[in-house]
């Protein structure tokens, strides 16, 4: 049951521990192409189906050889070597390079049996059958030279990429709890790997609440206000990984509500959210919903914005791990904060990462700030860039921010503040106010 209004207030860890504990694993796991799996969380450790490269080729476009012939080549008397053979990307040498031979290769190609180094063509000089040398160091096309000149001594093993020099079959490419990043799908496909388990993306319904709110573009009427909740939580979940479910506006209506979170439940949402009605007003009526699905587990936290925060689940119809259940303030900036602070570590563990928060920077403040007593605040500020669009710095490391909409920008109705921030500013609860030059912890917002 919901704890009286009187209760003190949970402090964000003891929020965020809470939230946390209810979730005993990440939701199932699913098999997808390796090309598909962008942004999904790996399921189970990936290993190399190949070793990469899987045989010795050429780092250069140039000719294979043997290095013993080279052994007394210089500037002023260069080796002269008999070009037997062409090895384009993609194919084979029909046969082995022998003692002062040399193989035209490209890039990528197999280095021939017999060579045991690759000469780049810039340090040869090409021969046609009467002997008449062609442009010093040309690019490695046209037709088949005779022969070539070699202007000094190349080392064994010169421009070769040794088999399983990149990584060797077997070896575990990505652990679990990994998001995949384009770096990573590239390698797991240049190992070989067609397939990943990964887990299936969390869905998520999301309930704007308010008999004042209106689908944005529709009239508002003398008294109605667009809906910016739903819209903002649903992308904030898309870009959390998770599969946004919108579950519609609903008045401030016990059953419309209900009804509401009903389907979302028989929909099978892991989460829902519900954004508006759970502060303590004559006409909030998502706690009492909430509890007619389910329970609540924690109310109200020493956070600012966003203090009338709810947290609960509901059994999943058909038996599994149960439902998540939040409820976010309704002023646009609230919600998005007690997203950050309580959702999306939840979520993140739902889908299996194990990087729950966001790393934490140093800032420095270019003007002071004043928050509620007892509450941790998170102030948007906008950090100061370079002519290039870099991050700006002090002496100390710190990033020099400002208050984003200045000091009229941080109420929680604010949305044109919170929109032009790039981070959040953390004030402790033991700081009413922090003059300009305060050091602050922060959150950058890049929603990854």
Not at 46 to 62: E, H, K, Q, Y
Not at 129 to 156: F, I, S, Y
Not at 287 to 310: C, H, M, N, S, Y
């Amino acid at each position: 049951m919901t704890e009286p209004v009187s209760a003190p207030l949970l402090s964000v860890e003891e929020a965020r521990r809470g939230v946390l504990a209810a979730i005993d694993g990440p939701v199932e796991a699913e098999a997808i192409a390796t090309a598909d799996a962008l942004g999904r969380v790996v399921a189970e450790p990936v290993v190399a189906a190949i070793s990469l490269p899987p045989w010795d080729n050429s780092a250069m476009d140039g000719y294979a050889i043997r290095a013993t012939d080279t052994a007394d080549a210089s500037e002023d008397a260069p080796a002269r070597l008999h070009v037997v053979g062409d090895i384009p990307a993609g194919s084979v040498a029909a046969t082995a390079v022998e003692a002062g031979a040399a193989m035209r290769i490209a890039t990528g190609a197999p280095v021939p049996h017999g060579a045991d180094a690759v000469v780049p063509v810039e340090m040869t000089t090409p021969l046609d059958a009467r002997g008449t040398p062609g442009p010093r160091g040309r690019d490695a096309t046209g037709p088949l030279p005779d022969a070539c000149l070699v202007h000094a001594a190349v080392e064994p093993g010169m421009s070769i990429r040794r088999t399983g020099s990149d990584l060797r079959s077997g070896a575990v490419l990505l652990e679990a709890g990994v998001r995949l990043t384009p770096a990573s799908i590239a390698l797991v496909a240049g190992a070989g790997v067609p397939e990943i388990l990964v887990h299936r993306r969390p869905r998520v319904a999301v309930l704007a609440t308010g008999d004042e709110v209106r689908a944005p573009g529709a009239p508002l009427g003398p008294a109605g206000i667009p809906d910016a909740n739903g819209p903002g939580i649903r992308a904030l979940l898309a870009a959390a990984g998770c599969e946004p479910i919108d579950a519609g506006i609903a008045r401030d209506d016990l059953d419309d509500v209900l009804g509401r979170l009903r389907g979302a439940l028989a929909d099978g949402a892991d989460a829902i959210i519900v954004s508006g009605g759970v502060s303590v007003g004559p006409f909030d009526v998502v706690k009492t919903a909430i509890e007619g699905i389910g329970r609540i587990d924690l109310w109200r936290v020493a956070v600012q914005p966003g203090k009338p925060f709810a947290f609960g689940t509901a059994a999943r119809p058909g038996g599994g791990a149960e439902v998540l259940l939040f409820g976010l303030p309704g002023n646009p900036v609230s919600s998005f904060v007690t997203f950050e602070l309580f959702v999306r570590p939840a979520l993140r563990r739902l889908a299996g990462r194990r990087d729950l928060l966001r790393p934490a920077d140093r800032a420095v403040l270019l003007e002071p700030v004043s928050k509620s007593h007892g509450r941790r605040a998170f102030i948007r500020v906008i950090s100061e860039r370079d002519d290039a669009g870099g991050i700006v710095r002090d002496e100390s490391g710190r990033v020099r921010v400002r208050l984003a909409g200045g000091q009229g920008g941080q109420g929680s109705h604010v949305i044109s503040a919170l929109a032009a921030a790039d981070g959040l500013a953390i004030i402790p609860e033991a700081h009413d106010t922090l003059d300009a030059g305060a050091t602050v912890a922060l959150w950058w917002l890049d929603l990854t």
